[in-house]
C-alpha cells in the first residue's frame, strides 16, 4: 500500500457529507486493511488550530488507527498542521466548516482537511493533505 492510496481513504474520508456516508467509507476501507476516521471542524480556522490537532490525535487513538506514544501523536500533529497551514492563507480570518480525514495503512498516515470557508453567501473550497510515516503498530 503506498502513500497515494492512503492519502486517497484520507480524502475520501474528509469529503463524506454525513455521518452515515462516513461509517459507510470507513467500513469500506477497513475491507482493504485501512484504518480511517474523520473528525468535524467548524469555526474560525486560524483560533482554533490546536483543538483541530487535538481532536485529529483523540480521534486516532480512539479509533486504534494510532497507539498512544509521543511517536505517533507527533505524526498525526505534524500531518494535520501541515494539511492546515495549505488553506489557512484562504481561510484567514474567515469561518469555516468541513472534516478532518486520517487514514492509515502499516507505515503510512495521511491526513487531509476539506472545507468551505464561509464569507456572506460566497463558500470557497480548499483541501490540504499530508503524509507521514510511522513504526507499525
Not at 481513504?9 to 474523520?38: D, F, G, P, W, Y
Not at 480521534?59 to 495549505?86: C, F, K, P, W, Y
Not at 487514514?103 to 456572506?120: D, K, T
Amino acid at each position: 500500500m503506498s502513500s497515494i492510496e492512503i492519502s486517497k481513504a484520507a480524502i475520501l474520508v474528509a469529503m463524506t457529507q454525513s455521518r452515515e456516508e462516513e461509517h459507510e467509507k470507513i467500513e469500506e476501507l477497513k475491507k482493504k486493511n485501512i484504518k480511517a476516521v474523520a473528525v468535524d471542524i467548524g469555526g474560525n480556522l486560524i483560533e482554533s488550530i490546536p483543538k483541530v490537532i487535538e481532536r485529529s490525535i483523540v480521534a486516532s487513538r480512539r479509533t486504534n488507527l494510532i497507539n498512544e506514544n509521543h511517536v505517533s501523536d507527533g505524526a498525526v500533529a505534524g500531518a494535520a498542521r501541515e494539511a492546515i497551514m495549505q488553506v489557512a492563507l484562504k481561510a484567514s480570518g474567515l469561518n469555516v466548516g468541513g472534516k478532518i480525514g486520517v487514514a492509515r495503512r502499516g507505515e503510512h498516515l495521511a491526513v487531509c482537511i476539506f472545507m468551505s470557508i464561509g464569507l456572506l453567501h460566497l463558500n470557497e473550497v480548499a483541501i490540504g493533505l499530508a503524509h507521514r510515516s510511522i513504526p507499525e503498530n
